[in-house]
């Protein structure tokens, strides 16, 4: 009878060894995840920090030389164009002077309509306005000669280039005026001109017609050529 109850007990202890270790088995922690965090993250920089600042100092170098290059120079040529007549004038003055050329713009862009615009010119003359400018010369002090170039519109300059002129000391510059239109000329712009720019030494101008602007090379060399420059 005892050996039958002692191999009663050691078939019981059997089971509950085998039944522990399935349940030992069951509460095995998971497998490790197949992406680990670091994989995670956001690709590195094509360009590292270095780099960057390494292009950045090279183009503000570029920058500085072009600058440099204009004050040797000693021209500039700003101009105030709505059409692209003007510009396209300031280019060749640019090309043959070795100037450099400067957008005179207002903070407030023109309206492109052409009715529109011719509206809101006539009204800035009737209350002498000076538009506020884009932007200004940051070199000033190193131009010598000054070519101011713009359209007429009803038969003087843009205010705009009023408040030009008069945003910078004139002493001891050069202003040379050039101005295209339709057949009007440079109207009463130039008897303007001195009292925006006191100081200033005025040249002979040159006026082209708007429509024949681009092609105006010649007669920009052989006016330019006449100023002693």
């Not at 570029?62 to 003007?86: K, P, Q």
């Not at 280019?91 to 002077?97: P, V």
């Not at 407030?108 to 009204?123: E, G, I």
């Not at 408040?163 to 009463?188: A, Q």
Request: proline residues 6%; hydrophobic residues 40%; contains cysteine.
């Amino acid at each position: 009878m005892k050996k039958q109850l002692s191999l009663l007990l050691a078939a019981l202890t059997l089971s509950l060894s085998a039944c522990g270790g399935a349940a030992s088995s069951a509460v095995e922690p998971t497998a490790a995840p197949t992406e680990t965090p670091t994989a995670t993250e956001t690709p590195a920089p094509t360009e590292t920090p270095a780099e960057s600042e390494t292009a950045a100092t090279e183009a503000a170098g570029e920058t500085a030389e072009e600058t440099d290059a204009a004050g040797e120079s000693g021209v500039l040529v700003a101009y105030f164009s709505w059409s692209g007549n003007t510009e396209a004038m300031a280019n060749l003055i640019a090309e043959q002077t070795g100037g450099t050329l400067f957008e005179i713009a207002p903070a407030t862009p023109y309206t492109d309509d052409y009715d529109a615009l011719l509206d809101v010119a006539q009204q800035e003359q009737a209350e002498d306005a000076r538009p506020e400018l884009a932007a200004s010369v940051e070199n000033w002090d190193s131009c010598d000669v000054i070519f101011v170039g713009y359209p007429d519109w009803w038969s003087d300059a843009p205010m705009v280039i009023y408040s030009f002129l008069e945003s910078y000391d004139w002493t001891g510059k050069m202003l040379v005026p050039f101005c295209t239109s339709g057949g009007s000329g440079f109207g009463r712009s130039l008897d303007r001109l001195s009292d925006s720019a006191p100081g200033a030494t005025i040249l002979e101008g040159l006026h082209v017609s708007g429509s024949s602007a681009a092609g105006s090379g010649d007669q920009v060399a052989e006016w330019i050529a006449g100023l002693g420059l």
